[in-house]
């Protein structure tokens, strides 16, 4: 099978903020093959976690609703399919972990029941057998006396004994896709190294993929295969890890990656990008980054711009570049 | 655990030696003498008052009669009626409870589910028409009094169209009135707090992880968003029995039911110090024991307020 796992075209989901509806993720196009490693990067608000929750459809609504495109897992558009189809997905084929541990678990419910629910849902497993499982999942994630954990309760927790206690639950159905939707954001350091070993670990022996949403350049080059930057609702550049951080095409990736820190400008003041994302609800014509961006000409604020093929698997959605504009009828300059 | 039960059963005792303090002090600033009242516009000699002040030990000290009352409560035995001549307050006490007891019984199982079921239909249905019922139902049923509400019952169902009888509580026809009337006001404020515990507790990220799970909206509800919502549901349906415990004036009044609410009402009209004081210390008790069976429940809901001993 060489069709992707998971092909997303043109997405469009929509928010109603104050009365007026706005697109918060707006043409959203991209695939996650089997067993690939995906990063979705941006910076907070530009629609990274709509997106996740699109695929999932489990957008709240109100006030959201997908309001077009095809979301294709394994073959099938999950958009068609009705509430009692997609529940026999989420959880199973397709699962998620969120970015705070703090309060993404129960408080009144225990490790074990919590676990052992997924478990029950989907597999058929009796609160016994799961909770047996659940022992086993715990261990997985490198939990130290998982048999005493099963019966403890959230509060009990670390945040990343938490955050280990949501992969074991994410992981639990084998599914094919882990959504991770910053995963590891609310923990400190030394705890978000171990987690996103953890998640390496599991995606390589069970050859699952992983669409890992995350703000966190370093995680994105550690972890991902392929990463694709998003800004203000668009997919402005995508393409290999390797490539992306040595050649970035994107005027708005190049400003990210020149906004990392690094040894070697210690000392320095740190490089930012000028402006700030626009508001969700602007009217926004031509290229979203055009506002911010050190190249912009004529075209760029009259005209989007669209992802175009620049290498294997590199795309980017940006003017420059391009001699003639083949339909727009207007030259550069 | 044991512990923590002891020293809770020892500040319900503390509780009701000082309500009786209070109770029995705020009794005797009640203007109007007592054995007045009793004799009513009769004109007894200076002698017979003397005796009766005596017999009632209101020729005491203060004191000494609070010692006495205190002494007879313990042993459970209130004293006589001032009013009601010859019966024993225990007497009058004791059956109009059972009559209140019934009632909240019967009306209490109905504020539970009724009240639980709307709030967390309307906490479902959030901004739908099925919200907007609820909250139209318990802002309607919180603002109107509860005596124009029961008014209106008894005149088109009781009077108009002769569906239910008026008066009386042995069949279960003349149950139906009092123990509604009684069960509404309760129902609704607890089924608009249930509404805001439900819709705080479905904003939460467990939520999400439960949808993402595969999880059915109903399982979402009972399995998830439910269950956190106990604690403070519990600590108001405490409070609730509590109070329907208390009796109620109005519905006692309108439905003619011999209940601790009138009982009391009357006790203070009449100057009936002993029965005053006995409604008083039994409410006291009712709370007390209310809020230590919630205590202990929290428990129960919520690992996090787990009984422990340090």
Same mark, same amino acid.
């Given at each position: 099978m060489?069709?992707?796992?998971?092909?997303?075209?043109?997405?469009?989901?929509?928010?109603?903020?104050?009365?007026?509806?706005?697109?918060?993720?707006?043409?959203?196009?991209f695939?996650?093959?089997?067993?690939?490693?995906?990063?979705?990067?941006?910076e907070? %608000?530009?629609?990274?976690?709509?997106?996740?929750?699109?695929?999932?459809?489990? #957008?709240?609504?109100?006030? %959201?609703?997908?309001?077009?495109?095809?979301?294709?897992?394994?073959?099938?558009?999950?958009?068609?399919?009705?509430?009692?189809?997609?529940?026999?997905?989420?959880?199973?084929?397709?699962?998620?972990?969120?970015?705070d541990? /703090?309060?993404?678990?129960?408080?009144? &419910?225990?490790?074990?029941?919590?676990?052992?629910?997924?478990?029950? &849902?989907?597999?058929?497993?009796?609160?016994?057998?799961?909770?047996?499982?659940?022992?086993?999942?715990?261990k997985?994630?490198?939990?130290?006396?998982?048999?005493?954990?099963?019966?403890?309760y959230?509060?009990?927790?670390?945040?990343?004994?938490?955050?280990r206690?949501?992969?074991?639950?994410a992981?639990?159905?084998n599914?094919?896709? /882990?959504?991770?939707?910053?995963?590891?954001?609310?923990?400190d #350091?030394?705890?978000?190294? &171990?987690i996103?070993?953890?998640?390496?670990?599991?995606?390589?022996?069970?050859? /699952?993929?992983?669409?890992?949403?995350?703000?966190?350049?370093?995680?994105?080059?550690?972890?991902a295969e392929?990463? /694709?930057?998003?800004?203000?609702?668009?997919?402005?550049?995508?393409?290999?890890v390797?490539?992306?951080?040595?050649?970035?095409?994107?005027?708005?990736?190049?400003?990210?990656?020149?906004? #990392?820190?690094?040894?070697?400008?210690?000392g320095?003041?740190?490089?930012?990008?000028?402006?700030?994302?626009?508001?969700?609800?602007?009217?926004?014509?031509?290229?979203?980054?055009?506002?911010?961006?050190?190249?912009?000409?004529?075209?760029?604020?009259?005209?989007?711009?669209?992802?175009?093929?620049?290498?294997?698997?590199?795309?980017?959605?940006?003017?420059? %570049?391009?001699e003639?504009?083949?339909?727009?009828?207007?030259?550069?300059? | 655990?044991?512990?923590?039960?002891?020293?809770?059963?020892m500040?319900?005792?503390?509780?009701?030696?000082?309500?009786?303090?209070?109770?029995?002090?705020?009794?005797?600033?009640?203007?109007?003498?007592?054995?007045?009242?009793?004799?009513?516009?009769?004109?007894?000699? *200076?002698?017979?008052?003397?005796r009766?002040?005596?017999?009632?030990?209101?020729?005491? $000290?203060? @004191?000494?009669?609070?010692l006495?009352?205190?002494?007879?409560?313990f042993h459970?035995?209130?004293?006589l009626?001032?009013?009601?001549?010859g019966?024993?307050?225990?007497?009058?006490?004791?059956?109009?409870?059972?009559?209140?007891?019934?009632?909240?019984?019967?009306a209490?199982?109905?504020?539970?589910?009724?009240?639980?079921?709307?709030?967390?239909?309307?906490?479902?249905?959030k901004?739908? @028409?099925?919200?907007?019922?609820?909250?139209?139902?318990?802002?309607?049923?919180?603002?109107?009094? *509860?005596?124009?509400?029961?008014?209106?019952?008894?005149?088109v169902?009781?009077?108009?169209?002769? @569906?239910?009888?008026?008066?009386?509580?042995?069949?279960?026809?003349?149950?139906?009135?009092?123990?509604?009337?009684?069960?509404?006001w $309760?129902?609704?404020?607890?089924?608009?707090?249930?509404?805001?515990?439900?819709?705080?507790?479905?904003g939460?990220g467990?939520?999400?992880t439960?949808?993402?799970?595969?999880?059915?909206?109903? *399982?979402?509800?009972?399995?998830h968003?439910?269950?956190n919502?106990?604690? $403070?549901?519990?600590?108001?349906?405490?409070?609730?029995?509590?109070?329907?415990?208390?009796?109620?004036?109005?519905?006692?009044?309108l439905?003619?039911? $011999?209940?601790l609410?009138?009982?009391?009402?009357?006790?203070?009209? *009449?100057?009936?110090y002993?029965?005053?004081?006995?409604?008083?210390?039994?409410?006291?008790?009712?709370?007390?024991?209310?809020?230590?069976?919630?205590?202990?429940?929290?428990?129960?809901?919520?690992?996090?307020?787990?009984?422990?001993?340090e």
């Amino acid at each position: 099978m060489n069709r992707a796992l998971l092909e997303v075209r043109n997405l469009k989901t929509c928010f109603r903020v104050e009365g007026r509806e706005v697109a918060i993720a707006d043409g959203i196009t991209f695939h996650i093959n089997r067993g690939e490693v995906v990063g979705l990067v941006g910076e907070s %608000g530009c629609g990274k976690s709509v997106t996740a929750l699109s695929i999932m459809n489990l #957008v709240p609504d109100p006030p %959201g609703k997908i309001r077009s495109g095809q979301i294709i897992f394994e073959d099938e558009d999950l958009l068609t399919k009705s509430e009692k189809q997609l529940r026999k997905i989420r959880g199973n084929h397709i699962s998620m972990i969120f970015q705070d541990p /703090m309060t993404s678990l129960n408080p009144v &419910q225990s490790i074990g029941r919590q676990i052992s629910e997924t478990l029950e &849902q989907h597999q058929g497993l009796n609160r016994k057998q799961g909770m047996d499982m659940a022992q086993t999942l715990l261990k997985l994630v490198g939990i130290p006396s998982p048999k005493s954990l099963v019966s403890e309760y959230p509060h009990r927790l670390s945040g990343g004994m938490k955050q280990r206690v949501m992969i074991a639950m994410a992981v639990s159905c084998n599914p094919k896709l /882990m959504i991770a939707d910053e995963p590891t954001t609310a923990l400190d #350091v030394t705890i978000q190294a &171990q987690i996103l070993e953890i998640m390496k670990e599991l995606q390589k022996s069970r050859g /699952m993929a992983i669409l890992l949403i995350t703000h966190d350049l370093g995680i994105v080059a550690e972890i991902a295969e392929r990463v /694709m930057v998003m800004y203000a609702g668009k997919i402005v550049e995508s393409a290999p890890v390797s490539r992306l951080f040595a050649n970035p095409q994107h005027p708005y990736t190049k400003g990210l990656l020149s906004a #990392v820190p690094c040894p070697d400008t210690v000392g320095e003041r740190l490089r930012t990008i000028k402006g700030t994302i626009p508001r969700s609800g602007d009217h926004l014509v031509g290229c979203r980054f055009h506002p911010r961006c050190e190249y912009t000409c004529e075209i760029c604020i009259k005209h989007e711009p669209f992802l175009r093929e620049v290498g294997a698997n590199s795309y980017v959605s940006c003017w420059q %570049g391009i001699e003639r504009y083949p339909g727009v009828g207007l030259n550069r300059e | 655990m044991l512990l923590t039960l002891a020293r809770k059963l020892m500040g319900l005792i503390g509780m009701v030696l000082v309500m009786s303090l209070i109770a029995f002090c705020s009794v005797k600033l009640i203007p109007g003498d007592p054995i007045m009242t009793m004799l009513g516009g009769t004109h007894a000699t *200076q002698a017979t008052i003397d005796r009766l002040r005596h017999l009632y030990g209101l020729d005491l $000290p203060l @004191w000494r009669q609070y010692l006495h009352y205190l002494n007879g409560f313990f042993h459970g035995d209130m004293g006589l009626s001032y009013f009601e001549i010859g019966q024993s307050v225990n007497e009058i006490i004791g059956s109009a409870f059972l009559t209140t007891l019934k009632l909240a019984l019967l009306a209490f199982p109905f504020v539970l589910f009724g009240g639980i079921g709307l709030g967390i239909a309307a906490a479902h249905n959030k901004d739908r @028409w099925a919200d907007a019922a609820v909250s139209t139902l318990t802002v309607l049923v919180s603002s109107v009094p *509860q005596i124009a509400i029961g008014s209106v019952l008894i005149l088109v169902l009781g009077l108009k169209l002769h @569906w239910l009888p008026v008066a009386g509580f042995d069949t279960v026809s003349e149950a139906v009135l009092p123990v509604f009337l009684t069960a509404l006001w $309760p129902a609704a404020s607890l089924a608009k707090l249930c509404r805001a515990c439900m819709l705080e507790e479905l904003g939460k990220g467990y939520i999400l992880t439960a949808r993402a799970k595969g999880l059915s909206n109903l *399982q979402v509800l009972f399995k998830h968003a439910f269950p956190n919502t106990l604690v $403070p549901l519990s600590t108001s349906a405490g409070l609730i029995f509590g109070h329907l415990l208390e009796g109620s004036f109005i519905s006692e009044t309108l439905f003619n039911l $011999p209940g601790l609410g009138r009982v009391s009402i009357n006790a203070i009209g *009449q100057r009936d110090y002993p029965v005053i004081l006995a409604t008083v210390l039994l409410a006291t008790l009712i709370y007390g024991m209310m809020s230590f069976i919630v205590d202990m429940g929290y428990a129960l809901f919520d690992s996090r307020l787990g009984v422990s001993d340090e």
